[in-house]
């Protein structure tokens, strides 16, 4: 299995910026005001629907009884809410892609030390390139 990594927000910034051709500084902000934007309305209690991306929902998480894992003592956990996101259509397609691809090329590597073969490079995906870092207008603002 592949290792994973964190992308942040300035990863992304950068990433977008290099393919719209725009300067950095512009790009956070566009990033920072759509987020600030989806948190807003989730805020006010709204469904968000972002087609082939997902739908974002605030549900109430009722009251309930709950243990203390190291006193055993019985707890109250208040209501609450929380924020579910539904995938979308294309958002589960590449998901599911990209596990089956990952899954081919390591039981292609598994069949091949079996047979004291040298591994195969993995399969590729279709992946961003990562951003360079210096590209469109350095701003060590960008993760803000």
């Known amino acids: 299995m592949t290792a994973r990594r964190t992308i942040t927000k300035k990863e992304l910034v950068l990433r977008i910026a290099e393919k719209t051709h725009q300067k950095q500084t512009v790009t956070r902000d566009i990033i920072q005001l759509f987020i600030d934007e989806v948190i807003n309305e989730l805020a006010r209690g709204n469904r968000l629907e972002l087609r082939d991306f997902g739908v974002f929902e605030v549900k109430v998480r009722k009251a309930r009884k709950a243990r203390n894992p190291k006193t055993g ?3 109250r956990v208040p209501e609450k809410r929380v924020v579910t996101i539904k ?3 294309k958002m589960k397609e ?3 892609r990209y596990a089956e691809a990952e899954l081919a ?3 292609a590597a598994s069949a091949a030390h079996a047979a004291g073969a040298v591994a195969p490079a993995p399969i590729p995906v279709d ?3 990562p951003a360079t870092p210096g590209a469109g207008d350095p701003d060590p603002e960008v993760n803000r």
Request: proline share 13%.
């Open 73 to 75: 003592a019985e707890v």
């Open 127 to 129: 992946e961003p390139e």
């Open 94 to 96: 590449e998901i599911n």
């Open 87 to 89: 995938p979308g259509k």
């Open 105 to 107: 090329a390591e039981l």
